[in-house]
């Protein structure tokens, strides 16, 4: 690509293009296993399996998927945690010429069924935990799955704990059908020498629809090919070893985004499989306390921790942060969510480690810029466009001129990591992707260095730590609540998460509510982090003269209140 400002504060061997290779995403596993089998690739509980050991049981699940009638291009729903089932069905799936369509395991039957219905996945994975099987056993037929795939946690635990989990945690699951449209996760990846199924899978072949909002409306499904996540993992890895791309001792990820996530599944996943790592799965959000998480720190001693600002602030305010041996953690990969520049430089001096600020999409799978590992990092920054990847800053009416030197515009990217579109939506991709472009929403400004920084951002999503919500999606539900006339949702600044839902709500006439009764009917229907935390009645909501509703007068008001 042309030269830009931004490379010359490259690290000194990072390229500004790169090579790809042009093949499949699993190649990486089939490579790693080859070179490294021995090494420990999943670490969970307890539990260690390897990289052949994964390579084998990834490619049992994916004969066993084909065995029960996969096709090459058919969606395959991961309703999982993260657990060993996600990182084997995630490989097993592609491997099986199928795509991966990640979703929450916290999402509502409303949502989970929204999500299904529009990727026509025909199977889904899950666990056999009352929180997601009893909610795809109440949707199975209505979504119409032909096949669900359940595994235990306990699949992956070692001895006595697979014993006792069961045991000690009956509560909290649900039996399994005796049906053949239930089938165990084990059965799959029993076979002794497994051998995938010969499907041709090509570089531009669809590998996984990553659910996002976009940039307006509702959840859609961003399609991202073989290529586009085989680049931004090569990406990646150029960016987090200086350009060094080798062989080297190995690191620990400490995996506790989402796997179900395009941050966690390329910056942990995808990336630590390519390089070779021990991927540390964390199953849980940590609890308030970090009394669960701090202790699988000290215990793991991981190298590298990907998080979101929510964490960061955490670790850097508890007060026995120190005690758990925090100092093995040399990089944090912070994004998903501006980090408060206090957070970083507390957490920093806390811990020892470095984070580098980075910013990306799903659409872009994710990551489109960061700052360099080893040279200038800009506090506050986004950094700088990682490798092949072109930003521009235009204006916001029309998105047809650059803006001058200093001024914000909005970010646009091109990449051979942006996506191929949005999933059966041809008008939504034909309106954020123009000539190779892909419209962020998102406004900057870009410094003499060709540094960005995000002035502002697509109006109204909400981001909580590091989930993107729209106002639309919370309103829709608080207007079936019988009691409410009308509802606007916005984000008010929270320190620990970085924004909270807040709803402001007209009651009908004559009716009387509460706070309370107004978060618990949205808690039936919303996944934890979409839910309202905060309540304002009002007698009306400000509208514009043909009576749209003014949430840009709502956060005006809320920001006066917090001065």
Partial sequence: MEERTWHKRYDKNVPPSLNYPAVPLFKFLDDTAAKFPDRVALSFLGKQINYRQLLNYSNSFARGLADLGLKKGDRVALFLPNVPHMVIAYYGVLKAGGVCVTTNPLYTERELSHQVKDSGATMLVTLDLDLTLSKVKALKKEIGLDK?????????????????????????????????????????????????????????????????????????????????????????????????????????????????????????????????????LFPTRPKPDLSDFLPVIRDEQPTMMPGVPTLYTTMANHPKVKEFKVDCIKVCNSGAAPLPVEVLQKFESVTGAKIIEGYGLSETTPVASCNPLTGERKVGSIGIPVSDTDFRLVDQDTGTKDVAAGEAGEVIIKGPQVMKGYWNRPDETKNSLRDGWLFTGDVAKMDEDGYFFIVDRKKDMIITGGFNIFPREVEEVLYEHPKVLEAAVIGVKDERSGERVKAFVVLKEGQNATSDEIVAFCKEKLTGYKVPKLVEFRKELPKTNIGKVLRRVLREEEEARGK
């Fill in 148 to 280: 669900v795939i359940a595994g235990r946690v306990s699949d992956f635990l070692p001895f006595p704990k697979n014993l006792l989990y069961p045991l000690v945690k009956k509560k909290d699951l649900t039996p399994v059908p005796a049906t053949s449209d239930y089938v165990r996760f084990r059965d799959l990846i029993g076979q002794s020498n497994p051998v995938p199924p010969a499907v041709q899978v090509e570089p531009d072949d669809l590998g996984v629809l990553m659910y996002t909002g976009g940039t307006t409306g509702v959840s859609k499904g961003a399609m991202l090919t073989h290529r586009n996540l085989v680049v931004n993992t090569i990406q990646t890895f150029a960016w987090a070893t200086s350009g060094e791309m080798r062989d080297t001792p190995q690191e620990s990820i400490m995996t506790v985004l989402p796997l179900y996530h395009s941050f966690a599944m390329t910056v942990c996943m995808n990336h630590g499989v390519r390089r070779g790592a021990r991927i540390i």
